[in-house]
């Protein structure tokens, strides 16, 4: 793995970490009203799907949708300033997400895209990726199965990544999987490891756009070890002076968050 890429990876990781502690210390001083749920080790799943999608691409959620949106364009201090802005002021993160959609705020809407995309592609033959990131407690497995259906019979190159799976939800969306359909591309994989979780990632989405094979993709969340700590674990085999590396980190992220929004989330 090239350093740059393990210091990125990492970097990213940790911002989204040390975001949404401020995020809790801010609800916790009731400058917030509703907290984001928890994205707390599920970090390497943002990262790696977003580090291998292009801009071009889309990408819907059922519940946390915050990560996604700070990392879109891989321009995470733009993320972070906008997000701010919009916890300030009140504002729908829909409103703001550009090709980032949420299932359970919009359903109707993330079909439409759908729908409007399955036009254009046989017009343009352009072929972005769906990324569909469902939390199996947060999404009626029949809204899974509609788009399922959807994207199979009309060709689109979707990936849907289930987190937080438990051994119920697989045995039943696998029945079901077979069941049905013979085109569909599944995977089970784990967040402990951001490199391998990349390389899955990576290759559903070039078979998606390739072959129009959607994929399936479970991520073990549950049991899974804190990613944050893999990689650091990475970094120190490198004799790297890590805490040297989280001062700067620190450093940049406070600067990305501007003294306006220090004083309304009381963090300074």
């Given at each position: 793995m090239d350093k740059e890429v393990l210091f990125e990876l990492y970097s990213k990781i940790f911002y989204l970490r040390e975001f949404e502690k401020l995020i809790l210390k801010s609800f916790l001083n009731g400058n917030i009203k509703k907290l984001p749920t928890s994205y707390y080790k599920l970090e390497?799943?943002?990262v790696s799907l977003t580090s291998?999608?292009?801009q071009?691409?889309?990408l819907f959620s059922t519940d946390r949708i915050h990560p996604?949106?700070?990392l879109k364009h891989n321009k995470i201090e733009r993320g972070i300033k906008e997000y701010f802005k919009i916890l300030k002021t009140g504002e729908s993160i829909i409103n703001n997400t550009l090709r980032t959609f949420s299932f359970n705020d919009e359903p109707e809407r993330v079909f439409s895209v759908m729908q409007g995309m399955a036009s254009s592609f046989k017009e343009t033959g352009f072929l972005p990726a769906f990324l569909v990131t469902l939390d199996s407690k947060h999404v009626f497995l029949s809204q899974f199965l509609e788009s399922v259906v959807f994207?199979?019979?009309?060709?689109l190159p979707c990936v849907y990544i289930i987190e937080q799976t438990t051994t119920n939800d697989m045995t039943v969306l696998n029945n079901i999987l077979d069941?049905?359909?013979?085109?569909v591309l599944r995977v089970e994989t784990s967040t402990d490891d951001i490199f391998s979780l990349r390389s899955t990632f990576h290759k559903a989405i070039r078979?998606?756009?390739?072959y129009l094979t959607p994929a399936v993709i479970f991520c073990d969340a549950i049991n899974s070890n804190d990613p944050l700590e893999f990689l650091e674990a990475k970094i120190k085999s490198l004799n790297f002076p890590l805490n040297e590396l989280k001062g700067s980190?620190?450093?940049e992220l406070s600067y990305f968050i501007s003294d306006d929004l220090k004083e309304f989330l009381n963090v300074a």
């Amino acid at each position: 793995m090239d350093k740059e890429v393990l210091f990125e990876l990492y970097s990213k990781i940790f911002y989204l970490r040390e975001f949404e502690k401020l995020i809790l210390k801010s609800f916790l001083n009731g400058n917030i009203k509703k907290l984001p749920t928890s994205y707390y080790k599920l970090e390497a799943l943002a990262v790696s799907l977003t580090s291998v999608s292009s801009q071009s691409d889309y990408l819907f959620s059922t519940d946390r949708i915050h990560p996604y949106f700070i990392l879109k364009h891989n321009k995470i201090e733009r993320g972070i300033k906008e997000y701010f802005k919009i916890l300030k002021t009140g504002e729908s993160i829909i409103n703001n997400t550009l090709r980032t959609f949420s299932f359970n705020d919009e359903p109707e809407r993330v079909f439409s895209v759908m729908q409007g995309m399955a036009s254009s592609f046989k017009e343009t033959g352009f072929l972005p990726a769906f990324l569909v990131t469902l939390d199996s407690k947060h999404v009626f497995l029949s809204q899974f199965l509609e788009s399922v259906v959807f994207s199979i019979t009309n060709s689109l190159p979707c990936v849907y990544i289930i987190e937080q799976t438990t051994t119920n939800d697989m045995t039943v969306l696998n029945n079901i999987l077979d069941s049905h359909y013979d085109k569909v591309l599944r995977v089970e994989t784990s967040t402990d490891d951001i490199f391998s979780l990349r390389s899955t990632f990576h290759k559903a989405i070039r078979n998606a756009k390739e072959y129009l094979t959607p994929a399936v993709i479970f991520c073990d969340a549950i049991n899974s070890n804190d990613p944050l700590e893999f990689l650091e674990a990475k970094i120190k085999s490198l004799n790297f002076p890590l805490n040297e590396l989280k001062g700067s980190l620190n450093s940049e992220l406070s600067y990305f968050i501007s003294d306006d929004l220090k004083e309304f989330l009381n963090v300074a």
